[in-house]
C-alpha cells in the first residue's frame, strides 16, 4: 500500500484494504464451501460423513483459511460499521477489546475442532 | 441515521445488514460445528436441523450469502475498476443474479 494511504495508524486504511482482499478469497471460498458440504460424493453432515471429510489434510487447510478469513472479515466488517456511528474513544476502545476477544476465541474453538477431531467411530 | 435513497442505496444498507446477519451465523456456526468431540449430542443436534422450516432458514440463509457475494464483488468492482462508471448497471446485476441464483437454489434444494 502505498504511503499516502497511511495517514493516522488508526484511519481504518489498513481494515478498508484487507476487508476487499479477504471479501475476493471469500467468494470463492464459500462457493467451496457450499459444493463440499452439498455436492461432493462425501457430502453430507450426520457425524460420520463429517469426520470422514475433514480427515483429509486438504479439508484441514481449507477449513483452517476458512475461519480465519471469515472470522476475520465478519468482525472486521462489525467494527467498521461500529466506527462509523462516532462513539466516545473510552468506548471505542472497550468495543474492539470485546470484538478482539471475540474472534481470538471463536477462531481458536475453530481450529482446534479442525485439528482435534475425535477419530471415526 | 438518515439516508438519500439513491439508486446503490439498497445496496449499501442491506450490504451492512446482511454483513452483520453473516458474522452472527459464522460465531454461532464455528461453535456449533465445535459439538463434533461430542458424537451423541452432534447427532442429536443435527436432527434438529431436518426440520422443514430449518430447511426454509437455509434457503434464506443462501440468499443472505449470495446478495453479500455479488454485491461485494460490485463494490470491489467500484473501488478497482472504475465500477462508478457504470454503477447502476453493476447494482442491476446484483439483484437479477441474487433473485435467479436465488430461484435456482430453490429448485435444486426442493424439487
Same mark, same amino acid.
Given at each position: ?46 457425524? @460420520?460423513?463429517?469426520?470422514? *471429510? ?28 461500529? *466506527? @462509523? ?37 | ?111
Amino acid at each position: 500500500m502505498s504511503y499516502k494511504y497511511r495517514g493516522a495508524s488508526n484511519s481504518g486504511a489498513n481494515g478498508w484494504f484487507f476487508q476487499r482482499i479477504t471479501g475476493i478469497v471469500l467468494f470463492v471460498l464459500v462457493l467451496a464451501h457450499f459444493y463440499i458440504a452439498h455436492r461432493t460424493f462425501q457430502s453430507g453432515h450426520d457425524w @460420520d460423513t463429517i469426520i470422514a *471429510r475433514l480427515a483429509s489434510p486438504y479439508m484441514k487447510m481449507f477449513y483452517l483459511s476458512f475461519v480465519t478469513l471469515g472470522v476475520w472479515h465478519g468482525l472486521n466488517g462489525l467494527w467498521s460499521v461500529i *466506527r @462509523d456511528y462516532n462513539i466516545s474513544s473510552g468506548y471505542r476502545k472497550s468495543i474492539f477489546a470485546v470484538i478482539f476477544s471475540v474472534g481470538i476465541f471463536i477462531g481458536l474453538l475453530g481450529f482446534i475442532t479442525i485439528l482435534n477431531l475425535p477419530a471415526a467411530h | 441515521m438518515r439516508y438519500v435513497k439513491h439508486y446503490g442505496t439498497w445496496g449499501y444498507i442491506l450490504h451492512r445488514l446482511t454483513g452483520l446477519a453473516l458474522t452472527g451465523y459464522i460465531l454461532i456456526h464455528i461453535y456449533l460445528i465445535s459439538g463434533l468431540h461430542n458424537k451423541p449430542a452432534f447427532q442429536s443436534e443435527m436432527q434438529f436441523f431436518e426440520h422443514p422450516v430449518l430447511k426454509l432458514l437455509e434457503w434464506a440463509l443462501f440468499a443472505v450469502i449470495i446478495f453479500h457475494a455479488l454485491n461485494g464483488l460490485r463494490i470491489f468492482m467500484v473501488d478497482y475498476f472504475s465500477g462508478a462508471r457504470y454503477h447502476k448497471v453493476l447494482m442491476s446485476a446484483v439483484w437479477v443474479f441474487s433473485i435467479i441464483l436465488f430461484l435456482a437454489m430453490g429448485i435444486v434444494m426442493f424439487i
